[in-house]
Nanobody, 123 residues
């Protein structure tokens, strides 16, 4: 059974940084893409960033380009989201997800999801 466990959320002031982690287990991920999504209060879940497991091809939402970086540690089966220059509008529950194949920005293309980790950015 695939399991994705996020960690690293918390409270941070605007302009600060956080690093989220997503530990993946349950199957080989070499043919997979990993994604980060977020759900802000009162909003639908939205794409943040994605990366292919083996090659490391990435894609970002325009709202986070230049501020967030997605990367992975193959040895630890872990994907990270480094978030810098955080803004109050980045406040959300952040979810890790995985799918077979290429990177994707639509949430419904992902097969497995973590439980989410809350990020709160104060102004």
């Amino acid at each position: 059974q695939v399991q994705l466990v996020e960690s690293g959320g918390g409270l941070v002031q605007a302009g600060g940084s956080l690093r989220l982690s997503c530990a993946a287990s349950g199957r080989p991920f070499s043919s997979s893409a990993m994604g980060w999504f977020r759900q802000r209060p009162g909003k639908e879940r939205e794409f943040v960033a994605t990366i292919t497991w083996t090659i490391g091809l990435t894609n970002y939402a325009d709202s986070v380009k230049g501020r967030f970086t997605i990367f992975r540690d193959l040895a630890k089966n872990t994907v990270f989201l480094q978030m810098n220059s955080l803004k109050p509008e980045d406040t959300a529950v952040y979810y890790c997800a995985t799918k077979i194949g290429r990177v994707a920005v639509r949430a419904d293309e992902y097969d497995y999801w973590g439980q989410g980790t809350l990020v709160t950015v104060s102004s």
